[in-house]
């Protein structure tokens, strides 16, 4: 996998948590982690949007149905 140098600027809060988690040699990695995930969830929400347009939004009887389904959910 290529990787890219760079240099941000974050929270000092976040980022001493962070060390305190993985470590500073571990840090890069998390970050990295972190933004995959981000990215994937912003797909998501971008496909799900897409979604409400071409097949309209859920019934709001199916929605009840999953939540009678998967009360903790």
């Known amino acids: 996998m290529a990787t890219t140098k760079l240099s941000l600027t974050l929270d000092t ?3 001493d948590e ?5 470590g500073q040699r571990g ?3 998390y970050v990295s982690d972190a933004l995959r995930l981000r990215l994937q ?3 998501l929400e971008e496909w799900l949007a897409t ?3 071409r097949s309209g939004p859920i019934p709001a009887d199916a929605l009840a149905e999953a939540d009678r389904l998967w009360p903790d959910a």
């Not at 962070?18 to 993985?22: D, E, P």
Request: proline share 0%; glycine share 0%; net charge positive.
């Open 13 to 15: 809060n976040l980022v």
């Open 51 to 53: 979604a409400d347009v």
């Open 41 to 43: 969830r912003d797909r």
């Open 27 to 29: 840090l890069s990695r």
């Open 18 to 22: 962070a060390k305190r988690h993985v």
